[in-house]
Nanobody
Framework: QVQLVESGGGLVQPGGSLRLSCVAS????????IGWFRQVPGKEREGVAC????????FYVDSVKGRFAISRANTGNTVYLQMNNLKPEDTAVYYC????????????????WGQGTQVTVSS
């Protein structure tokens, strides 16, 4: 059974940091691209970061470049999103998703999804 499980969300003050984790099971996730997406009510889901399969190339939306970093654990089945210098506009539900060869930050290209974890940036 394919499963993606996110964790690590929470409430943090502006300027703070969080690390999200995405644990994949039920498929060979190290051969898949893993993306992080976020969504706020009333808005479309937005691609935040992606790490490709074997080559592990990384991609970021402009608004998080220099603040967020995506990485894959040596075991291959866990992908992290390190989020630094968080801003109130980063508040959203964050999802991880997997696909074999997607356009990196395009949600419609991903077919395995987790349930999401809430990130709230507020003082």
């Amino acid at each position: 059974q394919v499963q993606l499980v996110e964790s690590g969300g929470g409430l943090v003050q502006p300027g703070g940091s969080l690390r999200l984790s995405c644990v994949a099971s039920g498929f060979s996730s190290d051969n898949y691209a893993i993306g992080w997406f976020r969504q706020v009510p009333g808005k479309e889901r937005e691609g935040v970061a992606c790490i490709s399969g074997i080559s592990e190339n990384t991609f970021y939306v402009d608004s998080v470049k220099g603040r967020f970093a995506i990485s894959r654990a040596n075991t291959g089945n866990t992908v992290y999103l390190q989020m630094n210098n968080l801003k109130p506009e980063d508040t959203a539900v964050y999802y991880c998703a997997a696909a074999e060869t997607p356009l990196p930050l395009e949600p419609s290209q991903y077919y395995y999804w987790g349930q999401g974890t809430q990130v709230t940036v507020s003082s």
